[in-house]
């Protein structure tokens, strides 16, 4: 899909609308939609990360070296990182970029969740309990790795023999 002057994903959009069965623009609808909602809710919790931050430094002398004020806002920013991370992969969806959620996307959105939850985990938390979230990142991560392996040799492949069927 290449873009010419003019040719915007807007444009894209419609000219393969055409092509497309009731289900295909079904779906369509559905990621524009959830796209939508999707940003609507990073845009308030954007002005709600800044009222609280602002709060914090002009009202509650911030300190970035208080635990919790540590824990609270970086919890915010990545919650907000994926949330934009979910939008991303719809709206590639909606561009028909990809034909369907991306398995690499829903695992790098669960490695995000996991490290979110370290940075929000309290001190008290049990050995068993950061044991568990460590093994649960080294599943994903391992998973993520090796799914992109396959993709690059798949890609490598590719390049070298164009009538290669992987």
């Known amino acids: 899909m290449h ?8 444009d894209e959009m ?9 289900y295909e623009r079904f779906e ?13 809710i990073i845009v308030v ?5 800044i009222a609280i931050v602002f709060t914090l430094l002009v009202l509650d002398a911030f300190n970035p070296l208080d635990h919790k004020v540590f824990q609270s806002v970086f919890g915010m920013i990545m919650t907000l990182l ?4 979910f939008k991303h992969s719809i709206v590639r969806v909606a561009l028909r970029r990809d034909s369907i959620i991306q398995v690499k996307t829903v695992i790098l959105i669960g490695l995000i969740a996991l490290a979110r939850k370290f ?8 050995p068993a309990k950061i044991a568990a979230l460590a ?16 993709g690059d040799r798949a890609a ?9 069927s992987q």
């Open 45 to 49: 919790s954007l002005f709600q990360l």
């Open 3 to 10: 873009k010419e002057s003019g040719h915007t994903a807007l």
């Open 82 to 85: 994926i949330a934009m991370e």
């Open 119 to 126: 940075v929000i985990l309290d001190p008290e938390a049990s």
């Open 135 to 150: 093994g649960a990142t080294l599943a994903l991560g391992a998973t993520y790795w090796l799914l992109r392996k396959r």
């Open 156 to 164: 490598e492949t590719s390049e070298h023999d164009p009538s290669s």
């Open 28 to 40: 369509q609808v559905v990621a524009l939609v959830l796209s939508a909602v999707i940003a609507v």
């Open 14 to 22: 419609r000219s393969q609308w055409r092509l497309m069965t009731v």
